[in-house]
Each structure stands twice: as C-alpha cells, then as structure tokens.
C-alpha cells in the first residue's frame, strides 16, 4: 500500500520546508509514504527547497496554470507513480501534518473513498468574519449540490483513494476544493470529514487577494458549480416559476378581457408576455445544459475506461519485467 502526499507550489520557498520537515514517512496500515510536489511555474527556490528536503517526485508546469490545475497535474503524476492513496495539503503550513493518519484511516478500513479535514471555521482568528461567512455559504452550497454532509467543503486537506482519484475530473481554473466534492456526491462516491487541527499562519492566503475579489471569485464559483451540476435547478425551476408567473397574470387579463374591462389592463399582457417567454427560454437552456451534463458523465466514463486499460497495460508491462528478471 502506497501513499504519496502532494503539495502544490507556487514560490513556496519561505514556507516548503517546513511544511515538509512535518510530513510522515511511517503511517500505520501504509507500507510506503513518498512525498510529491507540483512545481505551478515558481520563479524563486522552491524546487530547490523541495529537494533539499527529500522531495521524491516533483512535477513541472512551464507556467503558473493556477490552483485547479496543479491540483489535477499532482493526481495524474501520482496515479501514475501508483499510489493508492493520495493526500492532498499546502505549502504553507496550514494544515496539521500530525492528523494524515486520522485523514487516511476511513479509507484504509473501507468506509471511505474520498475523505476531506474539517477545520474549526468559527475558531480560526485570522479568518476574517467575511471569509468565515463565505466558506460556510460555499460549503452550504455544495452540501445542497451533492447531497453530501461535509461541513468544510473549501478545505484542501483531503485524502483520496486510487478508484476516486481515476474518476475526478477538475473544470473550474480558480480552486478543485468544491468541485471535486460534488462530483464525488453525483458519483456516489462515500465521502466522509474528519475533525483537523491546523497550525499558525505563515502567510497570506493565495485565493483572497482581497475581500472583494474573493467575494467575486466565490459567487462565480457557485452560480458555475450549479450551472454545470444542477441545470436543472439553476435554469428550469426558474424558468417554470416566471413561466407560471406569467401565465397567471395573462389568465387575470383574460377574465378583465372577457368581463369588457381589458384596455385599461393591456400592460399585464405585456407583462405576462414577458415572464413568459423568458421563462420558456429558460426551461429550453435548461433541457439543453441537462443534455450535455449526460454526455459529460459519457465522457467521464470513457475517461475512467482509458486509465484502467492503462493500468491493465502497465500491470502486464510489470510482471513481464519481473519475470525476465528472474530467468
């Protein structure tokens, strides 16, 4: 059994080293724990840092493709490299590397394919009042998404099996945090949390430049999820309510119509026109979003089919090579 930690860097020279120097080596139930890091296109020493500090795999992007993206380039390195559990945290420190054990646990005894470490939001001082509010509305948000229970969805602290991890596919170019977790609830994948500590604050987190850009960046983050994971909540519900809306409204000018009092309401035909043709507009969006959601799962699958004939392929490649060996 394999686990490979994976950290995603993007000049991370002040603060690698000693997230590393707190990474376990030995985990109870692991036969082997490698560390990994995604070098996201620094420009200082981070490299550097992560190989004086025994770094086993470091993956390259030419350039900075942003949280999201790294994230998926670590999955796919470490899959395969073969892990068979892998643990995602951060450079800089926040996550307490004493809890991976507590992280892995619901996997290796089976009750778990994806399991995310749960911060105490409320507790945590440098977290400002606005950002405390937001990562609950997030993790809300996915809860309602996925029909999962996690409660710090935004978390990076989380710990993957090798099945979850062929299977997640990242869209989203600012975070993976929500999105994984609603493709795993749509997947039915068992996702569970567990309570983590953290540490003290190294730095300033990378995602909130500022509040309003945070706040900017969240919204569009959720109003995308839904978009993408729930068309049919996000454009046909709507759509329905102004439809009916309208329907109503044309329904009350009919009676004023047929009693012989309808000019004096002509603006509620108007009205009622209105509502409903933008919520028939609405519904067709929605049928149509609904219809390419299905052929992304298609996709999905495919993709899922391509990694297990690769590691068939590769898994032949290796006992052909273990037995040349032994002649």
């Known amino acids: 059994m394999k686990l490979i930690i994976q950290i995603p860097c993007y000049n991370e020279e002040g603060t690698l080293a000693i997230a590393l120097a707190a990474l376990p080596r030995q985990i109870p139930g692991i036969d082997k724990v490698e560390w990994l890091i995604i070098d996201d296109g620094s420009t200082d020493k981070t490299v ?37 559990i892998i643990v995602n945290t951060d450079a800089d420190n926040q996550y307490c590397a004493d809890d991976i054990p507590k992280l892995v ?17 409320s507790e945590i001082e440098h977290f400002s009042f606005t950002k405390k ?21 935004p978390s ?5 099996s090798r ?3 062929i299977h997640l596919n990242v869209f989203s170019e600012y975070t993976y ?59 046909i519900v709507p759509g329905a309510l102004l439809f009916t809306s309208g329907l109503l409204i044309s329904l009350r000018f009919l009676y004023f119509f047929f009693i012989g009092d309808g000019e004096g309401h002509i603006q509620s035909i108007i009205l009622a026109s209105l509502l409903m043709g933008n919520g028939f507009f609405l519904v067709v969006v929605g049928l149509v979003a609904d219809l390419i959601s299905v052929n992304r799962k298609l996709l999905e699958k495919i993709n899922w089919r391509i990694h297990s ?8 490649q290796n006992r052909g090579i273990s037995q040349n060996e032994s002649c």
Not at 143 to 148: E, G
Not at 156 to 160: E, Y
């Open 48 to 84: 550097e840092v992560a190989l004086a500090n025994g770094v086993d795999h470091i993956v390259h992007l030419p350039h900075n493709q942003g949280l999201a993206r790294g994230f998926m380039a670590g999955l796919e390195a470490c899959l395969k490299a073969g892990a068979d």
């Open 105 to 121: 646990e619901p996997i290796l005894s089976g009750r778990a394919e994806i399991v995310i470490g749960a911060r105490p939001i």
């Open 177 to 235: 945090t929500l999105e994984t977790i609603i493709q795993a609830g749509q997947k039915n994948m068992a996702i569970t949390s567990v309570p983590i500590r953290i540490n003290e604050d190294l730095r300033p987190s990378r995602l909130l430049k500022s509040i309003p850009s945070y706040v900017k960046r969240s919204i569009l983050t959720i109003f995308r999820i839904f978009m993408t994971y729930r068309p049919i909540m996000f454009f």
């Open 133 to 153: 509010m937001l990562q609950k509305l997030g993790s809300w948000v996915v809860r309602v998404a996925s029909n999962t229970d996690i409660p710090d969805a």
């Open 163 to 165: 099945g979850a991890a």
């Open 309 to 316: 004939l690769e590691e068939v392929v590769l898994e032949k």
């Open 156 to 160: 990076g602290f989380r710990a993957i």
